[in-house]
């Protein structure tokens, strides 16, 4: 996980509470910025014709207001399907879907699709991006993974460099790992204070509000493998030597924070679960059942955002290309 941190911040209040005059004015003259209204949060409404989908992806979905117990999540989760097999051409009709769909974002320039992926060490965030975009156009698709922060980045606001890295319009950017790390890196490392990460949860909420205004969907995945799938792979890869370098000894490191992180994980989730910028808890032990409710998610998302080509430009019926 990232290390990204700024030990030195500190919050300014949003209001001052002495001067009830000032803030009732501000407050007339700056109403609350107008919700969303495409209905994204709940794509399986607009691309289902008889909900739920198969996979059942709305399953997984965690309403606002609610609390997430990764407890209560079985990673072993599979629905009726058994084997990889059983969802090969399932998944290639939603990685076909979404290959279609992308080609229309990226002509119709006007929308775009940021997706965050965050799990544990060996989660499958870049095994993910491999087994659900396959066919899609690079030239439209982009993907950021986000390390320790640079000195400069240190020396802006945590969420500067996240922003950076935003979707154009007629983009699909993937976040392989994201701004969620400032809530949880930072808070199982003891890098900065709690008052300071438990304030960038409504920092977080405003920021991917701000996003959507601007025509810009998000989706988040956390991908929830259990420790004891966590084990069979680390040691996968210290069985293998051509998996040598996937390994790294501050993984055990991480693996001993497991409890911490599981509750830093639930406390982000239940606090930035919107209807505008919705999070998806994906049981993930099992690699194809994940890409596949991922793949379809997707999918369907792409479809209730409804992007369409431009008009051709007008006359062309009547052009005659010279030898």
């Not at 491999?130 to 020396?155: D, I, M």
């Amino acid at each position: 996980m990232s290390t990204g941190a700024d030990p030195g911040a500190t919050v300014t209040p949003l209001a001052d509470a002495s001067t009830p005059t000032d803030q009732a004015q501000t407050q007339a003259d700056a109403p609350d910025a107008p919700a969303r209204a495409v209905p994204i949060g709940a794509p399986e409404t607009v691309a289902t014709d008889d909900p739920p989908p198969d996979p059942d992806y709305p399953r997984y979905r965690v309403e606002p207001g609610t609390r997430l117990d990764l407890s209560r999540v079985d990673a072993d989760e599979s629905e009726h399907y058994g084997r990889k097999k059983d969802v090969k051409d399932e998944l290639d009709t939603q990685r076909k879907r979404i290959e279609q769909l992308q080609a229309r974002l990226y002509g119709e320039r006007r929308q775009s699709l940021l997706i965050v992926l965050q799990a544990m060490d060996t989660g499958g965030k870049d095994g993910t991006i491999r087994g659900v975009f396959q066919g899609v156009n690079p030239q439209g698709c982009q993907v950021w993974s986000f390390k320790a922060p640079s000195t400069e980045e240190l020396e802006h606001d945590f969420l500067w460099r996240y922003h950076q890295k935003a979707p154009s319009r007629g983009m699909i950017t993937i976040f392989n790992r994201s701004h969620y790390e400032e809530v949880l890196v930072v808070r199982v490392k003891g890098l900065m204070p709690e008052d300071v990460w438990r304030h960038r949860y409504a920092m977080i909420n405003e920021f991917e509000h701000a996003l959507t205004l601007n025509n810009t969907t998000i989706i988040k995945f956390y991908l929830h493998i259990s420790k004891d799938e966590q084990k069979r792979r680390l040691q996968s890869r210290l069985d293998d030597p051509s998996k040598h370098w996937k390994f790294s000894s501050n993984d055990l490191k991480e693996r001993a924070h497991w409890d911490a992180y599981m509750a830093a994980f639930e406390d982000a989730v239940s606090n930035c679960a919107t209807d505008y910028a919705p999070w998806y808890v994906v049981p993930a032990n099992n690699k194809w059942y994940r890409n596949l409710v991922i793949a379809r998610t997707i999918a369907d998302t792409l479809e209730a955002m409804n992007p369409q080509f431009p008009p051709a430009e007008s006359g062309l019926e009547r052009i005659t290309i010279a030898d």
